[in-house]
């Protein structure tokens, strides 16, 4: 079992940075893939980011790619996503999430979900 625990979410101008951090409760932490998902108001959820299990392989949207990253501490059980040159497009509830395996933009296969940090882009 894996709790997740996401903040750092808030309200930032158009070209502006966000951290994001989700803290994982469990030893196994460092056994999971763990990914970031993004939800806006009236749309579906959304693949942002992904990491496997020991940082050396991610994933990325397209939308979001050489504007966020996503990394990981396994000694502080925390996976982070830094969110540079944001677009009013990013306002979202962001989610990370945790799977066993590989990396997957597939939000049906992470079996562990946080409830969520929101983020606001003014433009």
């Known amino acids: 079992q894996v709790q997740l625990v996401e903040s750092g979410g808030g309200l930032v101008q158009a070209g502006g940075s966000l951290r994001l951090s989700c803290a994982a409760s469990g030893r196994t932490f460092s056994s999971y893939a763990m990914g970031w998902f993004r939800q806006a108001p009236g749309k579906e959820r959304e693949f942002v980011a992904a990491i496997n299990w020991s940082g050396g392989s991610t994933d990325y949207a397209e939308s979001v790619k050489g504007r966020f990253t996503i990394s990981r501490d396994n000694a502080k059980n925390t996976v982070y996503l830094q969110m540079n040159s944001l677009k009013p497009e990013d306002t979202a509830v962001y989610y990370c999430?945790?799977?066993?395996?590989?990396?997957?933009?597939?939000?049906?296969?992470?079996?562990?979900w946080g409830q969520g940090t929101q983020v606001t882009v003014s433009s």
């Open positions: 999430a945790a799977k066993w395996g590989r990396v997957a933009p597939a939000a049906l296969v992470y079996e562990y």
